[in-house]
């Protein structure tokens, strides 16, 4: 059974970094592209995806130069460490498995981000 558990959220003032972390199992997690969603009321959005091996990864426009995402496949977790964040990066964020569209209907409980003075 996939399980994908989100963590590392909280409240932060604007400028400052976040480390999101998401542990999965129940599908073979090197073989499978990752990527991390947010969703604020009325809108998911695909926000990075990363390659099998890490080589590719891919941003929406909104964060790049400001988020990178990256994997350890020898402890099947996937990362998003956010930099310089903004009021708009409010959101929950999950993670799932695939490219540009989550493979999963099974998501996890995902990880409150609240960016706010």
């Known amino acids: 059974q996939v399980q994908l558990v989100e963590s590392g959220g909280g409240l932060v003032q604007p400028g400052g970094s976040l480390r999101l972390s998401c542990a999965a199992s129940?599908?073979?997690?090197?073989?499978?592209?990752m990527s991390w969603y947010r969703q604020a009321p009325g809108k998911r959005e695909l926000v990075a995806a990363i390659?099998?091996?890490?080589?590719?990864?891919n941003y929406v426009d909104s964060v790049k130069g400001r988020f990178t995402i990256s994997r350890d496949n020898a402890k099947n977790t996937v990362y998003l460490q956010m930099n310089s964040l903004k009021a708009e990066d409010t959101a929950v964020y999950y993670c799932?498995?695939?490219?540009?569209?989550?493979?999963?209907?099974?998501w996890g409980q995902g990880t409150q981000v609240t960016v706010s003075s």
């Open positions: 390659g099998l091996d890490a080589r590719s990864t």
């Open positions: 129940g599908f073979t997690f090197s073989s499978t592209a």
């Open positions: 799932n498995a695939g490219w540009s569209t989550p493979l999963y209907r099974r």
